[in-house]
């Protein structure tokens, strides 16, 4: 319990440091900052796969969630990124 307090808020700093940055990102950049959240996306499915083998329910349960969130987000990022240069390749 001693640490929950300093680990919330960094929590809420992360959310609030990574939603100014998002927000102040133009569209031309969208593409390559996709690129960059699925590979941070990759990091967080090692990080859940490591977690689902912990003994525990909760870290088990934490984990697996996890793990279909990221999974769910690589998948349609890289959806995303395949039609967004789908629309700069030449037709013909």
Known sequence: ???????????????????EIITKVP???HTPLMS?????????IIGAILSVAVEGRLATV??????VLATINVVGGFL????????FKKKG
Do not use: E
């Not at 319990?1 to 992360?14: Q, V």
């Not at 995303?80 to 629309?87: A, E, F, K, S």
């Open 62 to 67: 934490l984990g697996f969630l996890a793990l």
């Open 36 to 44: 960059g959240s699925n590979a941070i996306s990759g990091i967080t």
């Open 80 to 87: 995303v990124t395949h039609r967004m240069l789908g629309m």
């Open 1 to 19: 319990m001693d640490t929950f307090l300093p680990l919330l808020t960094i929590f809420l700093l992360a959310v609030f440091v990574g939603w």
């Open 27 to 29: 569209p031309l950049l």
